[in-house]
């Protein structure tokens, strides 16, 4: 079964940071466009970093976490993870990972063939 299983969430004080990890099963990452979003209460989900599976192909990063989030990934462990600083009360949401079977990112919530359970960030002042 295809299964993409996120962990790391939780409540942080504004400026701190958090780790998000993904776990997949029955794909592998690295033949997969890869994408983070990020639902907060009452607003669309949104994409916070978006990457193609190539080398040469493109990348998204949301203006307001540019600088801030970064991704990375372990292909051994089948596993990518969204290193979240500097954090703010605006970052609180949702966030999921999700995975598209073609090479190019997309930012679309629509484009996605799998979705991780989503795990709650809860940034605090």
């Known amino acids: 079964e295809v299964q993409l299983v996120e962990s790391g969430g939780g409540l942080v004080q504004a400026g701190g940071s958090v780790r998000l990890s993904c776990a997949a099963s029955?794909?592998?990452?690295?033949?997969?466009?890869i994408a983070w979003f990020r639902q907060a209460p009452g607003k669309e989900r949104e994409g916070v970093l978006c990457?193609?599976?190539?080398?040469?192909?493109?990348?998204y990063y949301l203006d307001s976490v540019e600088g801030r989030f970064t991704m990375s990934s372990d292909n051994a462990e089948n596993t990518v993870h969204l290193q979240m600083n500097s954090l703010k009360p605006e970052d609180t949401a949702v966030y999921y990972c999700?995975?598209?079977?073609?090479?190019?990112?997309?930012?679309?919530?629509?484009?996605?063939?799998?979705w991780g359970q989503g795990t709650q960030v809860t940034v605090y002042t």
């Open positions: 999700a995975a598209k079977r073609t090479f190019l990112m997309s930012t679309s919530t629509a484009a996605q063939d799998y």
């Open positions: 029955g794909f592998k990452f690295d033949d997969h466009a």
């Open positions: 990457i193609s599976s190539n080398d040469d192909g493109s990348q």
